[in-house]
């Protein structure tokens, strides 16, 4: 059990993490236990990046690829549906990225295990919407990335 936690939020917050996943699942089109997110927040915006756990998964590493083309677009669009379906409410920083979504560009790219979605913006209003949105993705998520990269 995690230290400062009771029992019965223990219990709360794995409940919590298993909606979680049972959403991500749908809204993403993949197992999130046989996946990795990280998320990276940079000067200039972040990425998101997601990739299989096991190597030989190809089902689930054309899934993310599919789904971060697909997220790409719907957020350069000012769509969040996804997010908000995983999370069962509208993340941080996503009202200011659809104002602000002429200023912001979501670039998808393959990694070996999956893909990312880079998020850039010259803004500084949208790079602090952009890094509002990562940091609850590490939050929710669990992922313990680091808050900050290079380029």
Do not use: C, W
């Not at 936690?5 to 236990?33: P, V």
């Not at 790409?72 to 000012?78: L, N």
Request: hydrophobic fraction near 40%; glycine fraction near 8%; aromatic fraction near 6%.
């Amino acid at each position: 059990m995690p230290p400062g936690m009771t029992h019965e939020q223990h219990l709360a917050q794995m409940q919590r993490d298993a909606d979680l996943d049972k959403r991500g699942a749908i809204a993403m089109g993949f197992d999130q236990d046989k996946v990795a997110h990280h998320f990276k927040l940079t000067a200039e915006g972040g990425a998101i990046q997601v990739g299989v756990r096991d190597a030989s998964d190809d089902v689930n590493r054309r899934a993310i690829r599919t789904h971060l083309q697909a997220i790409a677009v719907a957020f350069a669009d000012g769509r969040f549906d996804a997010p908000v379906l995983t999370h069962a409410q509208e993340p941080p920083g996503v009202p200011a990225l659809q104002r602000l979504k002429s200023t912001v560009t979501y670039t998808f790219g393959e990694t070996p295990d999956g893909g990312f979605v880079r998020i850039v913006s010259m803004n500084a209003d949208a790079v602090e919407a952009i890094h509002e949105f990562l940091r609850f993705q590490i939050t929710e998520h669990h992922t313990g990335d680091p808050l900050t990269i290079g380029k």
